[in-house]
């Protein structure tokens, strides 16, 4: 079946350096996704590793290892406006019916402090 | 450009009742995806229409359905309520189907009493 593992909560200081993990098992796997979510808000699309290799987007960067069925998202020069929940997200097939399934991991919660 | 919206936002049921719920995409887009989003069980796929077409789906029951318009507006449809059907319910769109960059609605949050 399909899994998305990551850690559920981070904690981490403001102005530093966080690192979020995100294992998968999956069949037919195309790319791996990351999306913030406030609270209260809707999730907002960050970033989309579809090769290996490292993705940048201003202070957010994204890398995949296919090989490894790992990826992770990594904030620099963290802000209190990046205390959310983030989430991995990878679309693949699912096991009959030739339907593809998007699976979202549970989400890590970051804190960013003082 | 107007993002995505849906509607209503809030919305309070009672077993046995069914509920419709819509979205509108981004100009543009013609994909849109439901999602189902519980503190218990997280974000979960629903399914994903493109072309007025369900092209995906998720491991959800027949009581969940949808449609969509050929305006790319969707709908999304559930009948015999059940208490474990309070959730937020989010769509977001794409500009194709499969598309990787989605673009979330506010979502629409279901009470079940």
């Known amino acids: 079946g399909q899994s998305l593992e990551q850690p559920s909560e981070v904690t981490a200081v403001e102005g530093a350096i966080v690192q979020i993990n995100c294992t998968y098992q999956?069949?037919?796997?195309?790319?791996l996704s990351w999306y913030q979510q406030h609270d209260g808000g809707a999730p907002t699309f960050l970033s989309y590793?579809?090769?290996?290799g490292l993705e940048e987007t201003g202070r957010f960067s994204s890398f995949l290892s296919r090989s490894d069925s790992y990826g992770y998202l990594l904030l620099q020069e963290l802000q209190m406006k990046d205390s959310a929940s983030y989430f991995c997200?990878?679309?693949?097939?699912?096991?009959?019916?030739?339907?593809?399934?998007?699976?979202f991991g549970i989400g890590t919660k970051l804190q960013v402090i003082p | 450009k107007a993002g995505v919206t849906q509607t209503p936002r809030y919305l309070i049921k009672t077993r046995g009742q069914q509920v419709t719920l819509s979205c509108s995409p981004i100009?543009?887009?013609?994909?849109v995806s439901w999602y189902q989003q519980t503190p218990g069980q997280g974000l979960q796929f629903l399914f994903e229409?493109?072309?007025?077409?369900?092209?995906n789906k998720g491991n959800f029951p027949g009581r969940f359905s949808g449609r969509q318009f050929s305006n790319s507006r969707s709908e999304m449809n559930v009948s015999t309520l059940e208490l474990g059907d309070s959730a937020l319910y989010l769509c977001?769109?794409?500009?194709?189907?499969?598309?990787?960059?989605?673009?979330f609605g506010p979502g629409t949050r279901l009470l079940v009493l």
């Open positions: 977001a769109s794409s500009l194709e189907a499969g598309g990787e960059t989605q673009y």
């Open positions: 999956t069949s037919g796997f195309y790319g």
């Open positions: 590793n579809g090769l290996d």
């Open positions: 997200a990878v679309r693949d097939f699912m096991n009959s019916g030739g339907y593809q399934k998007v699976t």
């Open positions: 100009s543009g887009h013609r994909s």
């Open positions: 229409y493109f072309s007025e077409t369900q092209r």
